[in-house]
């Protein structure tokens, strides 16, 4: 079977030549924080992943604000409410099933939807947002405000790869993403300079 | 009475993947028993062939969040054994208390949130949250310990990324290690209500003689590394692992079936303990004579308890690990650089599930060329059945209700991961 090697990349060399090293909370959490999520061994569950890299590589020719952080936090399960923790405002991203076209994405609420566990219906099952989600719900616990990008999947069939359609929306993705950080925020202006 | 009961569980919940519990018994007589795997095979070992050999680990560890800890240490291990690489002291002390966060992660994910809510009659952890919220806030506290333990180890909270064959990418600072252990400190209130909490549960009475399989090691309860040693007498080296696992496929299930002795083996927190239950620490040794559990133990209910044991263990062990490396100060190495030659290698360690393996041959471009991993839960699918078909006949007169509900507790218990146990196919490389 051959495969397109240009979606194929496990590189943690390439996480902190990017500046997208996840240590953010020793030095000091940042209160910002993007989060990819999702499994890049099940094909498009694993594009929160993919955007998180490919913005990696964006934010070297324009630096992200210093009050955000990037992070890949893959399959968490209900570790994700751990992630949470501290941060005033997380971006999500993760592969949604919605049912409109592949490699579609949304920009939503958390209040806006109602997530579903099941497996066939929602793939965010699989990173455990909804059951982390109600699980804080049920504690009462403070989240953070929270934005999702959710992204339509083709497949969540075992491969090491996006689908064609799915790898093509990552770039409208990380443009929306990085929209979402330098608009809404107004400290963008005070942000490094970059190349 | 003569019973007749039809069970047909599809999807057994709060497992990590999907199975299903087939039972159906006519007057009184048990005719068919077991469990469906109807999980869509993965091919990890397809993944990793024709890779570098430096991006197994992070592959593998994307194999589930749960165990992806153990997956990259048992993939570093068998790279490390593949191309004779030795780790230093420091490097070994690094591996080992991250395993420690990582098995601290796991079992309070298992024991609190995926077996307490069957003690309290309800569905999930949501629910249980409701019932008795300061239990499962306090399971998230240590999980978050656990998982900033690993973070400041491996770089990144779930999938580790500092960890490289021949030692670590990125090291810990002391302030941080101390840091850590001053939480770990902290931390042994929330152990000992954990103990205090699960010593009042009443665990279903059930007893099963079988095979017990574990790594071990002459100075210290094994989680890397060591000899594979059953109860029924076996010692095998690693690279001998399938003398042991014996894999073969069956009908019903896309996860294989494994065998030593007997005709089943079970693999994971009992099999640990019943095996090195002398290497425990102290506190964990204590711990287990107040949860009422000894060596041999064959009650698989049990292997729950034995996960409390290990908490009780991964502290204190991890407490003490953050001791040494904190008095031998931390020391930034050489990276390890590829010769140019390849090897074959078996990794292997102790996964919360139980005992990982992973085979790699690298050539000698530092390619993968052939790739074969054993996972714990693939393991112990055979074991299940044996303690599925001894357990119905037991408990049949009290109706399909209660049966349903002591299989799905005893599945449980084994703390499968289902979809991470299936790979059903041995893939041929031409």
């Known amino acids: 079977m051959k495969k397109d090697r240009s979606t194929r990349k496990f590189s943690s060399r390439r996480a902190v030549e990017f500046g997208i090293w996840d240590l953010g909370f020793m030095i000091g959490m940042k209160p910002i924080l993007i989060l990819g999520l999702g499994n890049l061994l099940q094909g498009d569950d694993g594009v929160g992943c993919r955007v998180v890299e490919e913005l990696g590589e964006a934010t070297c020719q324009a630096p992200l604000p210093d009050e955000v952080e990037v992070m890949d936090g893959g399959t968490p399960g209900v570790g994700l409410l751990n992630l949470l923790d501290g941060r005033k405002r997380v971006i999500l991203v993760d592969a949604a099933e919605m049912g409109i076209a592949p490699g579609e994405f949304r920009r939503f609420a958390p209040q806006e939807i109602t997530l579903t566990g099941s497996r066939e219906r929602f793939s965010l099952h699989r990173s455990g947002v909804a059951d982390a989600l109600a699980l804080a719900n049920e504690l009462r616990i403070e989240l953070p405000e929270i934005v999702f990008f959710g992204i339509q999947p083709a497949s969540v069939e075992w491969r090491d790869s996006l689908s064609l359609s799915v790898h093509a929306a990552v770039p409208r993705v990380v443009e929306a993403v990085l929209n979402e950080v330098r608009l809404v925020q107004p400290w963008h202006l005070r942000s490094r300079q970059g190349k | 009475m003569a019973q007749n009961v039809k069970i047909d569980i599809h999807h057994v919940t709060r497992v990590e993947g999907h199975g299903n519990i087939v039972v159906n018994a006519k007057n009184g007589v048990l005719e068919e028993c077991r469990l469906d795997i109807v999980e869509t095979p993965r091919f990890f070992e397809a993944m990793l062939r024709g890779r570098p050999y430096t991006e197994a680990s992070h592959i593998t560890s994307r194999i589930c969040g749960i165990c992806a800890v153990g997956h ?14 030795e780790l230093s002291e420091q490097a070994w002390l690094l591996r080992k208390l991250i395993f420690f966060g990582e098995m601290l992660d796991s079992h309070v994910l298992h024991t609190y949130m995926l077996v307490a809510p069957d003690f309290f009659k309800v569905g999930s952890v949501i629910p249980l949250a409701g019932i008795a919220p300061d239990a499962v806030l306090r399971a998230l506290r240590m999980k978050k310990l656990a998982g900033d333990l690993c973070a400041i180890i491996g770089g990144r909270h779930t999938h580790p990324i500092a960890m490289s064959v021949g030692g670590f990418t990125h090291l810990p600072t002391v302030d941080e290690l101390k840091a850590m252990r001053a939480r770990l400190i902290d931390s042994r209130k929330d152990v000992d209500e954990t103990v205090a909490l699960f010593k009042t549960l009443p665990w279903p009475k059930f007893e099963r003689e079988t095979e017990y399989v574990a790594l071990s090691k002459p100075d210290e309860y094994a ?27 069956v009908e019903h299930s896309s996860s294989k079936h494994c065998a030593h002795k007997r005709d089943s083996y079970m693999v994971g927190a009992l099999a640990r303990f019943n095996v090195n239950y002398q290497q425990l620490n102290p506190k964990a040794k204590e711990a287990a004579d107040a949860l009422g559990i000894k060596p041999i133990c064959t009650n698989p ?44 290698g078996v990794g292997s360690c102790e996964v919360p599930r139980g005992i990982l393996f992973h085979n790699y041959e690298i050539g000698d471009d530092g390619n993968i060329v052939n790739a074969n991993c054993i996972i714990p839960t693939g393991q112990n699918m055979a074991n299940i059945e044996a303690d599925m078909r001894a357990l119905v006949p ?3 007169d009290q109706g399909q209700e209660k049966v349903t509900f002591g ?24």
């Open chain 2, 72 to 85: 990259a240490t048992a993939s570093l291990r068998a790279s490390e054994n593949a191309l004779g690489v």
């Open chain 2, 223 to 249: 989680f890397i590394d060591g000899t594979i040693t059953t109860t029924d007498g076996g010692k095998y080296h690693l690279n001998d692992y399938r003398k042991v696992t014996n894999e073969k496929c």
């Open chain 2, 301 to 344: 209910y049990y292997n729950t308890v034995a996960q409390v044991v290990e908490i009780v263990h991964s502290t204190e062990e991890a407490i003490k690990v953050c001791d040494q490396l904190i008095a031998r100060g931390i020391k930034k190495e050489e990276a390890y650089k590829f010769a140019g030659k390849g090897g074959t």
């Open chain 2, 394 to 396: 037991q408990i049949l």
């Open chain 2, 407 to 430: 299989l799905e507790m005893l599945v449980r218990a084994y703390d499968p991961c289902i979809s991470c146990s299936v790979h059903f196919l041995n893939v041929k490389f031409v």
